[in-house]
């Protein structure tokens, strides 16, 4: 038994903590040696703790991690120097970042290279192993520069699972490598695989030019969710190649699954987490559910939505096939990314291979908990910023991506999410990155956090709009706070900022961001309580036909404003979850894309499709730039229930001249006088919508109630 313990807490300053319980010695002295020359530690402070005194000591050198130290004091008891939180200081960190791009396993047919960064490891091993989790084979790892180890294997390597064995402060621990491209049956082992064995031909030529953000209308749903429902046509029901299934039929035929969404129009596909994640055994085949923000591999696909989660080439390839038959149909894929917590701290491979660096840690050195699952990865670190830019552009490289969705945004820090911008903006700028940019309890300075507040610090990264959300259907967390589209009034004044991107409408009202290519607007996603959910609550007192009204007043406000309009899969058919406000792991009758309840409201879709349609065609409401809105944008003064706003100035951007849209959340209709008596076309009105026009109206318009009209002047012909 040590009668004490001694902590590398910088380079050269060592914590050494004594028991009270020993005997006292008058005038500790202490030495640290590294097997052949023992020098001094200087004393610089003591502090009493509750069961220990606390020293802290200056070493005459800076300690070299590659080497082995011992602690005595002058009456011959020692110790093993332990590394401490020298891994959480600005020193550490530029002292063993490593900038090379060939961490993990590199495959060739007549060598891999395997590397992993540990610098705080005193051995590592590389194990391989039978399928049957029997150790195979196990070679010593070399420490090389930057406190990366490396084995090169001149063998044929591919189909070997693999582990790390890493022993730091003296225990060892197995870990999957972070850089694993491949994962077993449930992320047990990595495999080294020949990745030219999963290539899809992309089909990236069918993609629609995107000229920046707000061209783009989002629409998210779950792999699973999209295909599982026992009516949706699909054969590969739950799974990645159900993306890739034509012609499929629900209820009275129905368009259901890739054809609906081609029908539908929309031009992003966002799909919540499908890297490998936790919670779901993959040996079970429809046993489980999850959303999938518990990551595990950080870089390899999910095996429950492959045809076979034991082959590791088989997920791979069907994501690839899952990404580019979107692409073939001019869709758009946008990957939800979890970089702001592990699954679970204790099992994570970041903190096998080096333990305290890659999260953060309050003050009293307790894991921060701002994301609510008991972690916080510190990206500010160079080596886990590194890491997450690695992974993102990984798979913009290899499987094709699109665009980014970061969960809970507000955890990492600015810098990183700048860092990752220009790295994707190298490859192509027209990737989109979004996030979710709430104001979290982790220990960032507030100026340093990727949040909503700092978005003008983030040009080109957007940001999902809470205000948005709540202003025009009411709270999300107070089920019988009403919104905008479902009567209240009380907060009306904030639409004349959130019509115009939320950007500054007026120096009395402050904008939320500087352009409006920073502002996803949405009214519902997987999280929380669908709005039809949300309605039958909050407006319980109503009839179905009344609420069905104002969902789609709130589609329409969310497909006309300035911004990025994002839609939850289903919303445009009054999608439910029966009551349930987190289904992150419950059956699949709550969360499924109910085909069935699409055929029953069949009928309400066009309208939607037109709302789109119309957006995708007119320029007018996809402005980039704030400059442009402060141009084109004027708030419309109209009476109670009524809101909208005159786009104007058009004739060099957009095929109408002039553009009035006026939302109506009243029961009754109301009659407005227009801004002039020349003619205008109908566009929109009540429940009917055709972008070459409806009719036509002079002097006054009609607004139905709980509806959305669109008006429009045609360029003047020369």
């Known amino acids: 038994m040590n009668w004490f313990e001694a902590y590398l807490d910088e380079m050269d300053v060592v914590t050494i903590l004594l028991s009270k319980t020993n005997p006292p010695i008058y005038e500790r002295q202490f030495y640290i040696s590294d097997g052949t020359v023992k020098q001094p530690l200087t004393i610089i402070s003591q502090q009493e703790l509750i069961g220990e005194l606390k020293y802290t000591c200056k070493s005459p050198f800076e300690i070299d991690l590659a080497k082995k130290y011992m602690v005595c004091d002058q009456i011959g008891n020692e110790t093993d120097l332990l590394i401490g939180s020298v891994i959480r200081t600005e020193k550490f960190d530029k002292k063993f970042f490593y900038d090379g791009n060939d961490l993990g396993a590199t495959y060739t047919k007549e060598k891999t290279i395997f590397k992993v960064w540990a610098p705080t490891a005193s051995d590592v091993l590389l194990v391989f192993y039978e399928q049957s989790g029997n150790i195979k084979q196990t070679y010593e790892m070399v420490r090389t520069a930057k406190g990366v180890w490396s084995f090169d294997l001149s063998d044929d390597c591919e189909g ?68 599982v429902h026992p009516e949706s046509g699909v054969k590969n029901k739950g799974k990645y190649i159900a993306f890739c299934e034509e012609n499929t039929k629900g209820p009275n035929d129905c368009k259901t699954c890739l054809d609906y969404i081609v029908d539908l129009g929309v031009t992003h596909l966002e799909l919540l987490p499908f890297n490998d994640f936790g919670g779901i055994d993959e040996t079970k085949e429809n046993g489980e559910y999850n959303w999938g923000y518990n990551p595990l591999h950080y870089n390899v696909p999910e095996g429950s939505y492959a045809t076979d989660p034991y082959d590791p080439y088989v997920r791979i390839r069907e994501t690839k096939e899952m990404i580019e038959a979107l692409h073939r149909k001019g869709i758009r894929v946008i990957m939800d990314v979890v970089y702001n917590h592990v699954y679970i701290r204790e099992q994570s491979n970041f903190r096998k291979i080096v333990p305290g660096y890659y999260f953060r840690y309050t003050e009293y050195g307790f894991p921060s908990n701002g994301t609510g699952v008991g972690n916080d990865i510190a990206s500010e670190r160079l080596m886990v910023r590194k890491f997450i830019i690695d992974s993102v552009i990984y798979w913009i490289k290899e499987y094709n991506v699109d665009g980014f969705r970061f969960d809970l945004m507000g955890i990492l820090d600015i810098t990183t999410m700048n860092a990752i911008r220009q790295a994707v903006d190298e490859i192509d700028p027209s990737i989109i990155i979004i996030g979710e940019g709430w104001n979290l309890n982790t220990p960032l300075l507030e100026e340093e956090k990727a949040t909503i507040m700092n978005a003008a610090k983030m040009p080109r990264i957007a940001h999902f709009n809470d205000v948005f959300r709540d202003t025009v259907k009411g709270s999300t967390f107070h089920l019988l706070e009403r919104g905008y589209i479902s009567g209240n009034l009380k907060y009306k004044h904030k639409l004349k900022m959130l019509f115009a991107g939320s950007i500054s409408v007026t120096k009395k009202m402050k904008g939320m961001f500087p352009s409006p290519s920073q502002t996803v607007n949405y009214v519902e996603c997987h999280d929380n309580h669908t709005l039809w959910d949300k309605l039958a609550v909050s407006n319980a007192d109503e009839s179905v036909e009344i609420r069905k009204k104002r969902q789609y007043l709130a589609i329409a406000i969310v497909l006309l404003s300035q911004g990025i309009p994002f ?56 402005l980039k730039t704030r400059e442009e809105i402060e141009r084109h944008y004027r708030w419309l003064m109209l009476p109670t229930n009524l809101a909208g706003f005159f786009l104007y100035d058009l004739e060099e951007i957009d095929p109408w001249r002039e553009i009035i849209v006026i939302f109506n959340n009243g029961l009754k209709e109301k009659e407005w006088q227009l801004p002039s008596n020349e003619l205008w076309n109908i566009a929109v009105q009540g429940d009917q919508a055709d972008e070459n026009g409806l009719g036509q109206v002079s002097q006054k318009v009609l607004i139905p109630p709980l509806s959305t009209v669109i008006l429009f002047k045609d360029r003047e012909k020369k």
């Open 160 to 227: 070997f699972y693999y582990r790390y064995h890493v022993c730091v402060n003296n225990v060892w621990r197995e870990a999957v490598d972070p850089y694993a491209r491949a994962v077993s049956v449930n992320g047990e082992y990595g495999i080294v695989i020949d990745l030219k064995k999963t290539e899809v031909p992309k089909q990236s030529k069918h993609l629609p030019p995107i000229s920046g953000p707000t061209d783009a209308i989002i629409y998210e749903t779950h792999i699973r969710d999209f295909s």
């Open 567 to 622: 839609l939850h899969s289903g919303i445009e058919f009054f999608r439910t979850k029966y009551g349930e406000g987190n289904s992150y792991n419950k059956p699949d009758y709550i969360n499924q894309l109910d085909w069935a309840r699409k055929n029953m409201f069949e009928d309400f879709i066009p309208y939607i499709k037109t709302l789109i349609a119309i957006r995708k065609a007119h320029p007018a409401f996809r």
